[in-house]
């Protein structure tokens, strides 16, 4: 399961959700929809009972909730019961609340805001310009960083019809080409730059990200002229399209006497913009 976690909002109230792009679904803390519809000063001991009685109803819907993790009020990532779309549609059937109707027609929004950001991918590119934005990014840095999504989604695409499975296998054919382009994996880049969670791209420079772009188109435009067929075979146009960046960043550091791939990081881009 690939996690995004993020926070939604019902009538001024959070809601803790985590979107698995895997599954391409939304799954949602169940003790604070339950909070949401009833008001209680102990959500999960309401919650707690209401599973007890669910399940000795022999209720389906509770017995294939799971737990994931989630950020908890003491600041820490804790294990609570997560429901989809679905099965909180039902799960709110279960709760009598004058507030049900009003939050199933949220959830369907939710719902249908993701299936059409999936279908059109400009939408999610407007949400992503306006969230750049806010969080002061220039706009010549957000420029680059949009454009690198696109290349990213074109990359994907090829994989995907070259018979690559989401997942591991994408995130093993990344590790080659960045590997390939800036001598280093995935993990090592990001420890550079002193990230845990955070996304790299989202903390690359300009240049950075410009031969990022470089490395996966290259992939791509290789990938479509070799026509590789499996992993094996993808694995070696990987490394031959992050080549083709690594010639040009070995030429640009040349030329400059300045190391490319650097540790500053999102905040330092901020803090010298600002300056």
């Known amino acids: 399961m690939k996690e995004n976690n993020a926070i939604q909002i019902f009538e001024d109230r959070k809601v803790r959700s985590v979107w698995d792009a895997i599954e391409e679904k939304w799954y949602f803390s169940i003790v604070d929809v339950v909070a949401v519809l009833t008001d209680s000063v102990d959500a999960n001991a309401y919650w707690r009972k209401l599973k007890q009685r669910l399940k000795e109803e022999g209720n389906q819907t509770v017995t294939n909730c799971h737990g994931l993790k989630m950020l908890a009020l003491d600041g820490k990532m804790r294990m609570t019961d997560v429901a989809d779309t679905e099965q909180l549609f039902r799960l709110v059937q279960s709760i009598p609340s004058p507030k049900a109707e009003p939050f199933k027609l949220w959830l369907a929004e939710l719902a249908s805001d993701s299936l059409d950001e999936m279908q059109d991918p400009e939408l999610s590119i407007d949400k992503a310009l306006k969230q750049y934005l806010e969080l002061g990014y220039s706009e010549n840095w957000i420029n680059q960083r949009l454009k690198s999504i696109e290349i ?124």
């Open 152 to 275: 990213r989604k074109e990359l994907t695409d090829e994989w995907k019809y070259r018979g690559i499975k989401e997942g591991i296998q994408f995130a093993t054919l990344t590790d080659i080409i960045t590997k390939a382009w800036s001598d280093r994996t995935t993990k090592e880049y990001k420890v550079l730059k002193g990230l845990k969670k955070e996304n790299l791209r989202d903390n690359m420079t300009n240049t950075e990200l410009i031969l990022n772009m470089l490395a996966e188109a290259s992939t791509k435009d290789i990938s479509q002229a070799v026509k590789p067929k499996g992993l094996e075979a993808s694995k070696k146009v990987a490394k031959e399209g992050g080549n083709v960046a690594k010639v040009a960043r070995k030429e640009l550091e040349s030329k400059t006497g300045k190391k490319v791939v650097t540790a500053i990081n999102a905040k330092k881009i901020m803090g010298l913009k600002n300056k």
